[in-house]
């Protein structure tokens, strides 16, 4: 008998089997019925949430009628205050949309194994986050029936939209990432539609027929199903870092104290990489729970993940660390007052709450005890973005305080139409995220298999330690 063929009759030890996903000893079909099983179990507690969900979305689409036809004025926008909580929340759904490239993409593109089971939850989120902050370009037009203005055509008087407003860039960038994350997601959704599609019945295995394309699991479609898949990880990837580039760049060609600056395409990638990952980390503990999904997202993938949100905390920390420095080392009368104003003045509470939110995770995520318990997990990753959340903030609303005419400087207070828009947007995410868990696999199961296929245990003296084959 070969080694090869000793070593998988080696019985695993339960410590590697507890610890990795890609040595537990369970057959495809045990696998199917593990991930399909939890779909279908919606009881009163789904119902009840999805209710409440939908009541908050119906809510905030009353509101955004009422600003529709009452006008931009029922804002708490005013001069110099002009981009308010609607651009805030704009900014902070475009940074979470960047962990779902970061998971797949990149670690696709690195062979890194612990993705497998949680890269269709960050590619769902990258979507559904871009998807909320598409709707902000639209909201902040006012007058939404002229959205067609935002696209570059040429119109009967040969007069093109102007290619210098920043809802310009803002349109080309959302909807250029959300097509590329869209196709990117449903790519690797077409084998486990097919899955699906063979172990339902009534509207499901109608709807899984429909989406699975006619799969059946040839040689020749899944090689291109990899080629492509290998493809678009390499294009996306521009993509990711130029989306928020752009966003950034909505601030720093403006002369506006505090935002012309050269360091903010970088520092807004960072940061949405924080939050992104963060936020993705919140997400997974919850589906986690709520779906029973224990067996598939396990201690390996949070530690995993949590080392990534730590060490983007560490990147992001030492870039605010240099915009600030920089910032107060030139000494510059407006910059020097808005300084004042966040350390020592109106804004303190506000600055105080970002530094600790963002900054005491980073010191949490060092210990595999907080990285690998759930609640602790939840607990590190809801601060971050609390955090991220205040730090869009500031630079949105506080930097517009001030600027270089002290005779205009002025304050913000949000009204009951923008809190009920933002609310709107956050529960519209949550209710098409549980949807989403409810309806399509949320665990892909064709990169579990693939990822067993590599994964062997080999004896080693008196060890016994896993490998892994290379799979083309």
């Known amino acids: 008998m070969s080694e090869a063929h000793r070593s998988a009759k080696m019985p695993p030890s339960s410590s590697l089997y507890e610890e990795r996903l890609l040595l537990a000893e369970r057959t495809d079909a045990e696998i199917n019925q593990a991930v399909l099983q939890p779909m279908f179990k919606t009881g009163k507690g789904f119902w009840a949430l999805v209710i409440i969900l939908s009541a908050l979305v119906i809510w905030g689409l009353y509101a955004w009628g009422y600003l529709i036809f009452w006008g931009i004025g029922t804002t708490g926008k005013n001069n110099p205050v002009y981009w308010t909580l609607f651009i805030t929340t704009f900014v902070f759904w475009v940074g979470i949309s960047h962990a779902g490239t970061m998971i797949s993409a990149v670690l696709r593109l690195l062979k890194a194994d612990w993705r497998r089971p949680i890269t269709r939850g960050a590619e769902a989120m990258t979507a559904f986050a871009l998807m909320m902050a598409g709707l902000y370009p639209l909201i902040h037009l006012g007058r939404v029936w002229k959205f067609y203005w935002m696209v570059p055509y040429p119109n009967n008087r040969f007069m093109w939209p102007n290619f210098q407003s920043e809802l310009m860039w803002d349109m080309v960038a959302i909807f250029t990432y959300m097509i590329g994350s869209s196709l990117y997601l449903y790519l690797a959704m077409i084998p486990d539609m097919a899955m699906a599609r063979d172990h339902t019945n009534g509207w499901r295995s109608k709807l899984y027929r429909a989406m699975a ?13 990899h080629r492509a898949l290998g493809i678009f990880s390499i294009a996306i990837i521009p993509i990711f870092l130029s989306v928020h580039s752009i966003v950034s760049w909505d601030f720093a060609v403006t002369i506006q104290p505090r935002w012309h600056s050269t360091i903010f395409a970088p520092y807004f990638v960072i940061g949405a990489v924080y939050s992104g990952l963060a936020a993705l980390a919140t997400i997974l503990v919850i589906v986690r729970k709520s ?16 080392k990534l949100v730590m060490v983007a905390g560490m990147a992001w920390a030492y870039l605010w660390f240099a915009g600030f420095l920089v910032e107060w080392y030139g000494n510059e009368p407006v910059t020097r007052e808005l300084l004042h104003d966040e350390v020592a003045g109106p804004l303190a509470p506000l600055f105080y709450l970002q530094m600790a939110a963002n900054l005491i995770p980073i010191g949490l995520l060092v210990f595999r005890k907080v990285r690998t318990t759930p609640i602790l997990l939840l ?15 500031l630079i949105v609303i506080g930097n517009l305080q001030r600027h270089y005419l002290p005779f205009s400087w002025g304050s913000y207070s949000p009204t009951w139409v923008e809190v009920s828009i933002v609310v709107m947007t956050f529960a519209g995410f949550a209710l098409l995220y549980t949807l989403f868990s409810r309806i399509v696999p949320y665990v892909p199961v064709w990169e579990i298999k693939e990822g067993r296929l590599r994964y062997t245990l080999r004896r080693i003296g008196r060890l016994v330690v896993p490998t892994a084959a290379e799979i083309e």
């Open 379 to 393: 607990g590190a990753t809801i601060l971050v973005n609390i955090g991220m959340f205040t730090e869009r903030a």
């Open 213 to 225: 394309l006619g799969w059946r699991g040839t040689e020749a479609e899944w090689h291109k199903l």
């Open 291 to 306: 779906m029973r999904l224990q067996e598939f997202l396990r201690s390996e993938h949070f530690d995993s993940l949590g």
